[in-house]
């Protein structure tokens, strides 16, 4: 019963620290579950291989629990993030400013092609007279401009060439 005790803590545990901490949380938990569950077990006067038996499964649990818990994350991120890029993509506007993270100018907006994807005019220098694509997933704000979540310098190497 107290293995299961144990267990059940550190599903618990392993889903909240893949809630709020990144992977390298896991390397101090793991030893701090080890060393505890062995020593409880120990006081209790288990065996010797009921103690380890105990300590492998919990630590597995909490490694388990904390993969399940990031992949809960992250397939809750990929869900709710369309809205923001349909958001972004509504605020757009022809002729606005497209600038990276840096603040650095990537190029004019044309149109939006779609909720997916921006223009950018073929007038602008850097662009070479071609109008250049890039997705709205870039986007992290629109005010005046539309700022990217992207230096300049990544954006111009990630963009595509219009059709």
């Known amino acids: ?10 599903t618990l545990i392993g889903v909240a620290l893949a809630l709020r901490f990144n992977v390298l949380v896991l390397v101090p938990a793991i030893i701090l579950a080890a060393i505890s569950t062995a020593v409880i077990a120990a006081a209790r006067g288990d065996q010797a291989w009921l103690v380890v038996l105990t300590v492998v ?3 597995t649990t909490l490694q388990i629990s904390y993969l399940a818990g990031s992949a809960t994350l ?10 923001r ?24 907006v044309d ?7 921006i223009v950018l ?14 997705s709205v997933e870039w986007v992290d704000y629109v005010d005046s401009k539309v700022h ?16």
């Open 57 to 59: 499964f919990v630590v």
């Open 1 to 10: 019963m107290a293995m299961l005790l144990a267990i059940g803590i550190s």
């Open 148 to 163: 990217l979540t992207r230096p300049s310098r990544i954006a111009v190497m990630e963009w595509r060439i219009a059709a």
């Open 111 to 117: 149109h939006t092609e779609s909720a997916d994807h």
């Open 85 to 108: 890029y349909k958001d972004a993509a509504l605020k757009i506007q022809a002729h606005m400013e497209v600038v990276g993270s840096d603040d650095k100018h990537v190029g004019t």
């Open 121 to 134: 005019t073929g007038d602008d220098p850097k662009v070479g007279g071609k109008p250049h694509l890039i």
């Open 74 to 83: 992250m397939a809750l991120k990929r869900h709710l993030q369309p809205q």
